[in-house]
């Protein structure tokens, strides 16, 4: 039997609950498929592993990006100015070790997030608007050799150990 290899994948994109707003963003069922297939899939949601309620306020960076609030140069904050720097970076650093337990090289993670993002994430003003930057468990994720990328460019990205 062949062994497939551990992806980590954002709890939400996985039909779980979890999101700020108490949903879920769940992939298409042909990706769901594919990844099934491929993949043995290891849900993670930085933000409850952080402890933060579900529901939750939104958050969002303010000074920089993930990487910024990994060097405690930048903050997560919700609309209210409420700090909550320390819980996104306790669930980064909760879901780089449950990658590491599970031998992930790779994460599918929820695009434009301020814990996921991969490439862009909202600007820190609350206008809607994105920027471009990582999110704090995408940049941890990442500086720990951990390929992430997001349900965006999955088909891209992701690559099975054969391909």
Known sequence: MEVKAT???SACLLEQAVRYDGQAKPLAEHDWARLRRDFT???ACPECMGGLPTPRPAAELRGGDGAAAL???ATVETAAGEDVSAAFLRGAQASLRLAQAHGCRQA???ANSPSCGTRRIY?????GMLKDGEGVAASL???AGIE??????MAERLRTPAG
């Open 148 to 153: 992430v990328c997001s349900e965006e460019d």
């Open 71 to 73: 060097r405690g140069q």
């Open 108 to 110: 599918l993670l929820k």
């Open 141 to 143: 994720l990442r500086q």
């Open 7 to 9: 992806l980590l994948v």
């Open 123 to 127: 600007d820190g003003e609350f206008s």
């Open 41 to 43: 899939l290891i849900p």
